[in-house]
Nanobody, 125 residues
């Protein structure tokens, strides 16, 4: 399984970015896909997740209302659209995939089976 995240970059506060996570190596129809981020000196934190089959979505309170997670079945790609970016959104963002992620664990990185290299998002004030 390979997960490759890309789309990060430098953006001014108030701007937007769309992150992509390209998944390959197996069928992900029964998987949950999660985005996590880690800022310098801080612990890794949940950002958003989506269940591939149902399309159910989940967001951290810190990004709710500003972000939208979606998936493209044909491209095996999950997207994270982030709007109204804030300096505190600065972090390395990575995607994870899990085949048996219970609802109670969907915000826990340890619940996922695979993760990929991250992409750096820097938001300047």
């Amino acid at each position: 399984v390979q997960l490759q995240a890309f789309g990060g970059g430098l953006v001014q506060a108030g701007g937007f970015l769309r992150l992509s996570c390209a998944a390959s190596g197996r069928t992900f129809s029964n998987y949950a896909m999660g985005w996590f981020r880690q800022a310098p000196g801080k612990e890794r934190e949940f950002v958003s997740a989506i269940r591939w089959s149902s399309g159910s979505t989940y967001y951290a309170d810190s990004v709710k209302g500003r972000s939208t997670i979606s998936r493209d079945n044909a491209r095996n790609t999950v997207y994270l659209q982030m709007n109204s970016l804030k300096p505190e959104d600065t972090a390395v963002y990575s995607c994870e995939a899990g085949s048996r992620v219970m609802l109670s664990m969907i915000r826990r990185a340890l619940a996922y089976d695979y993760w990929g290299q991250g992409t750096l998002v820097t938001v300047s004030s």
